[in-house]
DNA sequence: CATGAATGAGAGTTCATTCAT
DNA sequence: TATGAATGAACTCTCATTCAT
């Protein structure tokens, strides 16, 4: 990073398009290639972009995929904040969490994929990955604690390792169904980990008390 | 892969110490560094054999890879395959399990990591993804319906799903665990996964019947 | 050179300022880094000007430089032109010369040298490089040969061959003086050249008669 | 330089016949095109070598440059050191120390300049010049001291300055000779660069007592 | 078989110059 | 004229694989 890239947002209309062209075309690639695999002229190529253009906007090829897993970490924050309407049940509210997280995931597997890949060498991505991770871990431990304090979950778990288990779970769950193809229904597989997650703090969970539609799960992309 | 290279165990006495000691190295030097960094000349240079040797036992850096990776696999599904002794209670069965699939991964998780990180783009290596954590699935199917028929565990879950879920979370938290430094008690871990795991398929479990040393967990490679 | 640029000087004031600044932002930046690592960006970024106007004012790096380097140039002729008082005394005369060089090549070292650097590719800059040398030893072969006449030089000495040893003597001398860091006293060096000069050619050099300090007490021969 | 070359001689007979038509062909190129604009393919290209083999011998283009710079260093070290038969007399020292020096200058004219080219950058190149020149100035030194403990010099000359300008005139000389093409009739020139030096620190300097080819100077290499 | 040098097709990055606005 | 993004040829260095010894 020498600084000859434009650090912030281009100024003009057309810099602004053509840079948020190569980080489209940027994402598409590293999804189908991994980071290693990909390459400056794959990037400038798709987005109809001169190679050396590349360089007026990003430093490097760290740079560019750390523009694009931002926005892949902003995407994932925003379903990991996403509550369900107040006065939801408690079981409704995990499957609710637990729906949106896994059409989140199902919308960014493939990046979130390669994020993973390259963590282990770049802290950057390894931190990025851990904070997408680690916000929806404590949405979990922040809702389990309420919970607790309701007197309807157990007392006496260690939250700090159910939630990161539970979380791990359906995170598991998106990897399996999004990158590995593991065929299930959405529906049993939302119902199953709600009611692994419910049964597993101590709550009362039996037969599903609604249709999954009418909590908004599953919108579809 | 031109078959130059031997294809089955080289008869000499010295080529089977050559041999192996490029495996041992390899392995090494690919949790180190990963599957791309790593360089033919960094394994050789480790396992102190001449650099041109390499092409003598391998055909290639994935024929060689490829070789680690099913020792690995062979390690897993040996864990995998571990049962608890006969009579063993249904909690305690799955107390067992989960904490020597714990201690299998803890004792493979750089590698495996490596073996996850090309999958997406070696089919080879992405079938002995699946078929590691598969045999870990089929365990739990094949346990989880022995339940059931016994009486003991819910007949109203979706066994698959249930046994993917609860799979992948004890897995992602060795993943957690072992890869990404997450910290918790692995007391706690065994059981906070054994309570999920039991409440989660409708056994009853309590406070810990007995301590975990007295069921073999955390035998310590 | 393609000819877009303004030939001549720009027509309005702030065009003038302009490229004057450029001019300036050059040499600067042409000292510090050597022509080869010196940016056009590195230039116009110094002269607070604007990237593409640039090439509103000159064709090329090469353009500048020759700008830059017409500028040093003349400052040394001015320098080499620079003749003692009528009535002069002729060892007085040598050490004026030498004084006059030393003085110029001090405040034009580095950009002579980086003259010098580019000269073997770039024959305009070789003649220049020439001509500034050249000119300086023209005016020791004329002030020699008038010596010669009046009977005080030696009059079997190559004139052309010493004029040029004696040039380059100061010439090397201000080199390393001001490029390579070598430490003289000032006064010391004048002298010294002073001496080396006058003996050369034949002259009856004696006690330096500005610096009563100096010991220096000369057999009589 | 990341210790992928050998850093040594190369063991092998071959390795050694292929470094060594490396070094020749970079010191051929070096010469012609200077540092800057000598290409790695330029040097296999002449040297017949793969591209990719330069990487066997030499970690970059400045560590072939160094060695080239070290032979040429040794044999201007040579000419510095080379000294006339015990028994002759002042002049014909000087005679020949000016003559060797010229004739190691004029083998090595182009890669000295190429190494001053890219001193300004380089602080071990720059070093390697300065040690170059330093050693010819320090026989000077020593021979004035000597000839001024034996009377036949000047004792009120300042001699450190004295031989660095006696030194830089003959290096200037050969400069223009050799790089810059200013012609004069060698023998011209060293007896006039003997009678500026010899004058010049006092000795009795009056017409070539004899040819030069009686004190072996101008052995035309 | 053992050895380690030889090979050369890339890869990312640079930057003088051009050109659209 | 002023601006700064656009262009793409060029360059160094890498390294899996081959091959001569």
């Known amino acids: 990073m020498n600084g000859r890239a434009t650090t912030g947002r281009p100024p003009t209309e057309r810099g602004r398009r053509k840079r948020g062209a190569l980080v489209q075309a940027a994402r598409e690639v590293f999804e189908e290639r991994g980071f290693e695999d990909t390459r400056i002229a794959g990037i400038t190529g798709r987005a109809g972009v001169a190679y050396g253009s ?26 990991a904040r996403s509550a369900a309407p107040p006065g939801t049940e408690p079981i409704d509210r995990i499957r609710h969490a637990t729906g949106r997280f896994l059409d989140a995931y199902r919308d960014n597997a493939r990046i979130m994929q390669v994020i ?15 904070e997408i991770r680690g916000l929806f871990v404590e949405r979990i431990v922040a809702g389990t604690r309420r919970l607790q304090e309701e007197g309807v979950a157990s007392s006496d778990i260690d939250v700090a390792a159910t939630a990161s ?7 598991h769950t998106a990897r399996m169904l999004y990158l590995y193809g593991e065929e299930h229904d959405p529906e049993v597989v939302v119902e199953t980990a ?14 599903p008390p609604r249709s999954p539609e009418e909590v908004g799960v599953r919108d579809g992309k």
């Open 54 to 79: 590349f360089y007026t906007y990003f430093d490097s090829k760290e740079a560019i995929f750390h523009e694009v897993a931002k926005g892949v970490a902003g995407e994932m924050f925003d379903a």
């Open 165 to 171: 288990m539970l979380g791990g779970m359906v995170e």
């Open 116 to 130: 993973e890949q390259i963590s282990p060498r770049h802290p950057l991505f390894r931190s990025l990955f851990l």
């Open 194 to 207: 709600t009611r692994l997650w419910a049964r597993g703090i101590g709550l009362d969970y039996e037969d």
